[in-house]
């Protein structure tokens, strides 16, 4: 206990000074919890307001799919450099090591294969995203798909779940093959995920009218990529995305399918967080890989 006796008087009242007000950086979330901003904090970078985050979820529905056939070997490098892991627990828990300290969006739903459509999917055990300490709970939305009803439940009970711990939910639109991924369609399945409680969205980029997607969702888009590109191409996607209102990636194939991966993922950080062109994100990415 301190010692009363010899207390100093307290005197600093700073009278007249009103107490400071914080925004919060992130778009729509100034609302949220004081754990749910300190973990968004952690895979959002406060100073850019963006994020890269590394997916490597892919087995979870693809199996060993080109570029994590050894996940053991090609992750780890480029571990260093993402924002933000976005992996199963059955990744995380075999190829992650926790010194790393990097923040996980962890895949928390599951149900389907390439094998087979989307299907009903489960979510797992808040228990387990607790444990393991993640940051965001990733979930897939089908909106417009046969089991819509079902991933839209997920996504509700998931962001009950992550309020009660404060822990983001991410909102995931899949794109089943009979729909268009178009503006109109990317909208409103964005729009549908933050209406039902998700923290953030992760969707596609579309050539046209991609800004209207993130105008009119109320919580901050994050893009994946998508089939691999070349090179210099994935870095103009990331880039238009980016200037039309995206506040990062999450991304996967054109990061460990590319030639030099871990120039890759450098020459994305340039362009998101440093304010980098595409055409200079990908000079770096040649001088990195020459370097190499
Ligand atoms: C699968 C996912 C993947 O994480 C996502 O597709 C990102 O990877 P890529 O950039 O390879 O598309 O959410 O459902």
Redesign the pocket.
Known sequence: MPDNDTAKDASDYALGIPAPKHAFFLKGLDHVDWGMKDRLSRIFNPKSGRTVML?F??GY?MGPTSGLERMDLSIPPLIEHADCL?CTRGALRSIVPPTANKPISLRYSAGSSVLTELNNECLLDIEDALRINASALAV?AAIGSKFEAKTIENLVRTADLGARYGIPTLG?T?VGKELTRDARYLALACRICAENGATFV?TYYCETDFEKVTATCPVPIVI???KKLPENEALELVHKALQEGAAGV?????VFQAEHPVAMIQAIRAVTHDGRTAREGFELYQTLKNTR
């Open positions: 997916a979820d892919h529905i976005m897939m995931v899949a992760k994946a990529g998508g999450d991304m996967g194939r054109n």
